[in-house]
């Protein structure tokens, strides 16, 4: 589904990832560990298409289009979902029309009519429940005022909505608390499927043992330096990361 | 002291703050007009005594005047049907209709409000008389100018507790080069009377030269008056609106602005709060594009106590566009429990656009209320990803921050036609492709 090979990138001119190599197929969920200043979160947003990061080099293969070759709007509406670390606040928007327009972009590159008032509400109904957001929270300005909980449960329900082929979860767990966490980890469980990829960037265990991943990458310095399956986090959980840095460089 | 430096020093005490080029230019304009227009224009009661305004006086420092300083034609065509627009320019709108074209009266375009507590007619047709100079016209020399020209116009008087049943749409079109369209609407409205009005003015892609608007508005006691107020003109026209509300007590005046469009814009908006009780509501939007100048300059004078104004003014400015923002509130000694809102946002899309935004208030009274903001920044690029990671399209996501950020103000125009076409036509200015309409979801 997702074939990312030798990427590299950069903001300015201090290059971050520095030829990373990953393969994701359908159904997987990948999760992504690794210490501060890796280099996490700027390959989730070289994947989202934030312009900040110039790609230097390699390539990034979706379902056989070239992704990199796309803009936000493209990747998004082709499938792909970024859950945001921080997402963004827009005051005077309500989080209702933001959807609505996010589901007719999306309804427009499959050459759909826009959705049907009734149809968009009973989804939107469907999809809250999910992630236990209350009606409140979706007639509101976009993630205004939201406690850090409701912006991630808010993301979540975005992914819902829009059932992405590809969801990469930017550090979802920074800043909830155990309940909040357990609902937004369900959230996600009950969207995997065969056809579902997932990438799952953390600095925690906690949330692996919510989101049991197939597959755990360790990330250092730009590159994945070890792959393993869910007990390696459990190891790094155990060890943290310094041990895998001594055992790369020697 | 020579004997030549004297003249020159009395001249200046006589006539402070006069641009001698300006002024010159200002009275070649003059008699052109005289010429152009014979007979009108001579017997102005304030334009000899005023300085022409230039860049050194406070009010017009940011306010390019020399295009005024132009050529003039009379006009040709004087009809809806010789020019080709709309005599309505709001699709589905239910109201009377008062139609200018080049600043003549258009009948056959037109649908008068017929009703025994209304007169409506133009001015040419009017047999009242002729509403007295005001303190505008004696204070700024457009107005002045304004004063001495118009010969055309509204008179309209509503009596006492009459409501109009439908609102009354005054359109003035601009139709070719080379124009100068003055119109003066006077409007009464009698104790707890109450009307809607639509001022929408238009342009085609060739007109140029000037429009001056002059309207008084006197609200008696307990009246209710609304004004929406839409400037959508192409071509490359200079456009002057003055407009002067006098509230007697327990009065609602609102007046909401938008300009859509217009080449060089100036709105000189001045509210006068006389009696106790009364509320005043002042919103404007305006959105310049390319090189267009959109000035607006309010003035609420607060004289008695016990009275509200609200202001919002929002701007974003597009391309190498420059925008004036200047909000005079004043509350006099006798103002107590006077409560003044004013708020001014902008945004500067580009880093060539431009905006001079100024505050100012002065207050006399100590026991009132006022609050005033001012903000200048950029969209938030933040924002603009967010929205885009979730498959809106880049323009859409424009318009969704926008919407957001001229939404309580455009909310605000009373005539719900009037609201549903300013969207439309922002929409296709800018290349929007949809204005989402809001959504209560159950």
Not at chain 2, 84 to 103: K, T
Not at chain 2, 201 to 222: L, P, R, Y
Request: hydrophobic fraction near 40%; include cysteine; proline fraction near 4%.
């Amino acid at each position: 589904m997702v074939n990312i090979k030798e990427l590299q990138a950069s903001i300015g001119d201090t290059p971050i990832l520095k030829g990373l190599n990953l393969e994701i197929k359908p159904g997987e969920v990948h999760a992504i560990m690794g210490p501060n200043g890796a280099g996490k979160s700027t390959l989730a947003s070289v994947l989202a298409g934030r312009e900040h990061y110039a790609v230097k080099g390699g390539s990034v293969d979706f379902d056989g289009q070239d992704l990199l070759d796309m803009d936000a709007t493209e990747r998004a509406r082709s499938g792909l979902f970024l859950a945001f670390q921080y997402p963004v606040e827009i005051p005077g928007v309500s989080n209702i029309n933001f959807m609505r327009a996010a589901i007719n972009g999306k309804r427009e590159h499959q050459g759909l009519e826009p959705i049907k008032g009734k149809d968009f509400l009973s989804l939107v109904k469907e999809k809250s429940s999910l992630v236990e957001l209350d009606g409140r929270l979706r007639n509101r300005s976009v993630n205004e005022g939201f406690s850090g909980g409701e912006k991630k449960r808010n993301e979540i329900f975005q992914m819902a909505m829009l059932e992405p082929r590809f969801a990469v979860l930017d550090e979802t767990d920074s800043g909830l608390d155990i309940d909040a966490l357990r609902i937004v980890a369900s959230g996600v469980n009950a969207m995997r499927s065969p056809e579902r990829s997932f990438l799952v960037i953390t600095h925690y265990q906690r949330l692996l043992d919510y989101i049991v991943p197939d597959f755990v990458h360790v990330l250092v310095d730009g590159k994945i330096v070890m792959s393993g399956d869910k007990d390696l986090a459990l190891k790094l959980e155990d060890k943290g990361y310094d041990w895998i840095k001594e055992e790369t460089i020697a | 002291m020579t004997g030549m430096a004297k003249p020159i020093v009395m001249d200046l005490e006589r006539k402070p703050n006069i641009h001698l080029a300006t002024q010159a230019k200002g009275e070649a304009l003059r008699a052109a007009l005289v010429a152009l227009r014979s007979g009108t224009g001579l017997a102005a009661e304030y334009l000899d005594a005023l300085p022409v305004p230039h860049r050194r006086v406070e009010r017009w420092k940011h306010t390019p005047v020399a295009g005024f300083w132009s050529t003039y034609e009379a006009p040709q065509v004087q009809t809806v049907l010789a020019a080709g627009c709309e005599a309505c320019p709001v699709p589905g709108l239910h109201a009377y209709r008062m139609v200018f074209v080049n600043g003549t009266f258009d009948p056959a375009a037109s649908d008068l409000p017929v009703h025994n507590g209304v007169q409506c007619a133009p001015i040419s047709m009017s047999d009242s008389p002729p509403r007295e100079a005001g303190d505008l016209e004696a204070t700024e020399w457009f107005a002045a100018l304004n004063q001495a020209f118009a010969i055309e116009g509204m008179r309209l008087h509503i009596k006492k507790g009459v409501v109009l049943d439908r609102p009354l749409l005054v359109h003035h079109h601009t139709h070719g080069p080379n124009s100068a369209n003055f119109l003066r609407h006077e409007i009464t409205v009698e104790a707890n009377a109450q009307v809607q009005l639509i001022h929408w003015s238009t342009a085609d892609s060739q007109a140029s030269g000037m429009v001056n608007i002059m309207t008084h508005i006197e609200a008696a006691t307990g009246s209710h008056v609304a004004l929406d107020k839409v400037q959508d003109e192409a071509g490359k026209l200079h456009h002057l609106a003055f407009e002067q509300i006098n509230q007697a007590q327990s009065t609602q005046v609102r007046v909401h602005t938008g300009t859509i469009q217009g080449q060089w814009v100036r709105n000189d908006l001045n509210f006068r709060l006389d009696g106790e009780g009364c509320d005043s509501v002042l919103n404007g939007f305006f959105l310049p594009s390319g090189n267009e100048f959109v000035d607006n300059h309010t003035t609420v004078d607060h004289c008695a106590a016990n009275c509200t104004s609200s202001e919002q003014y929002q701007g974003i400015l597009y391309g190498s566009s420059s925008g004036v923002f200047n909000g005079k509130v004043f509350v006099r000694p006798n103002a107590q429990q006077t409560n003044a809102y004013q708020q001014n946002g902008n945004i500067l899309v580009t880093d060539k656009s431009k905006i001079n935004a100024k505050p100012e208030l002065e207050i006399y009274a100590d026991d009132v209320k006022c609050s005033h903001g001012c903000t200048i920044g950029q969209f938030d690029e933040e924002a603009l990803f967010y929205a885009r990671s979730r498959g809106i399209s880049e323009a859409e996501a424009k318009a969704m921050l926008v919407n957001a950020f001229i939404g309580d103000v455009l909310d605000g125009f009373a005539v719900p036609e009037v609201r549903m076409e300013l969207e439309h036509r922002l929409a296709t200015k800018h290349g929007w492709d949809t204005w989402n309409d809001t959504l209560e979801a159950g």
